[in-house]
């Protein structure tokens, strides 16, 4: 079987694709500008740009399967969101369908829709695209991926929480955030890859346990043993910082939507047991000292 991936070059690309090299699986890399780090895989880099609907046609000459990742996911205009994740994922769609690559597996967000800011609504369009694009389709939505070691998100938080005494706490702290250990990730989207079990359906991919933010900051402070200074962070004063381009507009309105926790699809077709954080730093950082 042959796989295209997009977003190949990502931290979850690169994971991915190494995970599938071990599976015998023929892996074509979509790449921009960034090069593959994924040793010990076999990948045939292709380079194309979503919105190059010529490129994407014939780097997806017989494919089998393409697995969509590649996406924008913080920008300063709400318009470039809309460009590369709705038309982006429309150009995908039609390379599919010109080369008659007959699946496509989406991996979009739990951050989804029009109260999840500019990003979360393109991600809803990209995926009733795919949804009525008559391909074949699976649509994963992740929740807050850790385990990378990334520059924000949980990563950020438990880099924090490590190495610093102040930890931020947005408004009163109570929006409710289920951190997911990549790994679990990879083995649902190997899975579904390799195992093509079921087709139109949407999943939700999250962890065990819904945390609040205050919940989950201090728990990675119980875990490294550290006194912490937590301060808040009033939501009004961080929109209005946003307009001044401290940080993504968006930012404030993905953190603060309400998402779905339901994984019960995923336990039922994938035997779906994802990791908890507290089992994750216990095993990467020593014994939990207080839950």
């Known amino acids: 079987m042959k796989v ?3 977003g190949a070059a990502s931290k979850l690309g690169e994971k991915l694709i190494e995970s599938l090299g071990e599976s015998g699986v023929e892996i074509v890399a ?10 010990g895989a076999k ?24 697995v969509h ?14 460009k ?16 008659k690559v007959p699946r496509l597996i989406f991996v979009s967000t739990r951050a989804i829709g029009e109260k999840a800011g500019a990003y979360g609504q393109s991600k809803y369009l990209a995926e009733q695209a795919v949804v009525t694009s008559g391909l074949e389709w699976l649509i994963f939505r992740p929740s807050e991926i850790y385990g990378l070691n990334g520059k924000e998100g949980i990563d950020r938080l438990i ?8 930890m931020p706490i947005l408004g009163r702290g109570q929006y409710a955030l289920n951190p997911v250990y990549f790994q679990d990730v990879i083995k649902v989207l190997v899975m579904a890859i390799t195992k093509p079990k079921f087709a139109n359906k949407l999943y939700t991919v999250c962890g065990p346990k819904d945390y609040s933010y205050k919940e989950l900051t201090v728990l990675l402070a119980n875990h490294f043993r550290k006194k912490k200074i937590f301060i808040p962070l009033p939501v009004g004063a961080l929109k209005l910082l946003s307009w001044f381009g401290f940080f993504f507009q968006d930012q404030v309105p993905r953190l603060l939507a309400a998402k779905s926790s339901d994984i019960s699809a995923l336990v039922k077709d994938y035997e779906f047991q994802p990791t908890s954080i507290a089992e994750y730093l216990n095993r990467q950082y020593g014994s939990f000292s207080q839950l």
């Open 30 to 39: 979509l790449v921009h500008e960034k090069r593959i780090n994924a040793p």
């Open 43 to 66: 990948v045939t880099p292709v380079s194309a740009d979503l919105l190059d609907l010529a490129g994407l046609e014939n780097a997806f000459k017989n494919i089998d399967l393409v």
């Open 69 to 82: 990742l590649a996406a924008l996911t913080h920008a300063r205009r709400p318009a470039d969101y809309f």
């Open 4 to 6: 295209l991936i997009t």
């Open 159 to 166: 880099n924090l929480a490590q190495n610093s005494f102040l």
């Open 84 to 99: 590369v994740n709705v038309i982006g994922t429309k150009n995908v769609i039609s390379a599919c369908q010109k080369n």
